[in-house]
């Protein structure tokens, strides 16, 4: 089968820097993504990582590191705006078919 | 249209009563899936249809749900015999390519809640 762990919650301040580390065990796996969920919204992508290293994206960076079976979002000079769930989801090849499956999330708090 | 779009937004339904959830997805996209979110959990994958392929059905949770897919467009998710434990949140995604790994485009949501 498959696991992803993820923090459940982080809280960290306004302008500062947080990382949301993911876990992740699984069979056929072929890349790591990340969504932003707000509270009452839709999940919207934010990365992907197929190969290790790290993916910036404005003040979102997204890290992976296959060997490690782990990766890590990392989003800098925080805004209130980022309060949200964020989610990591491991992509794998399954019997010829990719699948996404989805980690619990992480809630995070951003205070003034 | 420009995203994913979901009918009903909202569907408050009595135990035992038979539900279908209506999901468009963009126009194009050969992917599309269904997932459930219950109150401040993550997302459940519940089945997944690519292009003419058979679909995907394992993460149904029971033979009261099924879904079909229509002219590989719009997707149609039926709950028979509603019970109270398939409140939740049902999420229907699409994307271009063969899923996975390719971006996926969720939409709004159905919010079920069964009395």
């Known amino acids: 089968g498959q696991s992803l762990e993820q923090p459940s919650e982080v809280t960290a301040v306004e302008g500062a820097i947080v990382q949301i580390n993911c876990t992740y065990q699984?069979?056929?796996?072929?890349?790591l993504s990340w969504y932003q969920q707000h509270d009452g919204g839709a999940p919207t992508f934010l990365s992907y990582?197929?190969?290790?290293g790290l993916e910036e994206t404005g003040r979102f960076s997204s890290f992976l590191s296959r060997s490690d079976s782990y990766g890590y979002l990392l989003l800098q000079e925080l805004q209130m705006k980022d309060s949200a769930s964020y989610f990591c989801?491991?992509?794998?090849?399954?019997?010829?078919?990719?699948?996404?499956?989805f980690g619990s999330g992480t809630r995070l708090q951003v205070q003034p | 249209g420009a995203g994913v779009s979901q009918s009903p937004s909202n569907k408050v339904t009595e135990k035992g009563k038979d539900v279908e959830l209506r999901c468009d997805p963009i126009?194009?996209?050969?992917?599309l899936y269904w997932y459930r979110q219950s109150l401040g959990q993550g997302l459940e994958f519940l089945i997944y249809?690519?292009?003419?392929?058979?679909?995907?059905k394992s993460g149904l949770p029971s033979d009261r749900f099924s879904a079909e897919r229509t002219g590989g467009s719009v997707s149609t998710l039926t709950i028979q015999r509603t019970q109270q434990e398939d409140s939740a949140v049902y999420l229907c995604?699409?994307?271009?390519?063969?899923?996975?790994?390719?971006?996926?485009?969720f939409g709004p949501g159905t919010r079920l809640l069964v009395l």
């Open positions: 995604a699409s994307s271009l390519g063969a899923g996975g790994g390719e971006t996926q485009y």
């Open positions: 699984t069979s056929g796996f072929y890349g």
């Open positions: 990582n197929a190969l290790d």
């Open positions: 989801a491991v992509c794998r090849m399954d019997t010829g078919r990719r699948a996404l499956t």
């Open positions: 126009s194009g996209h050969t992917a």
């Open positions: 249809f690519q292009g003419n392929s058979a679909p995907d």
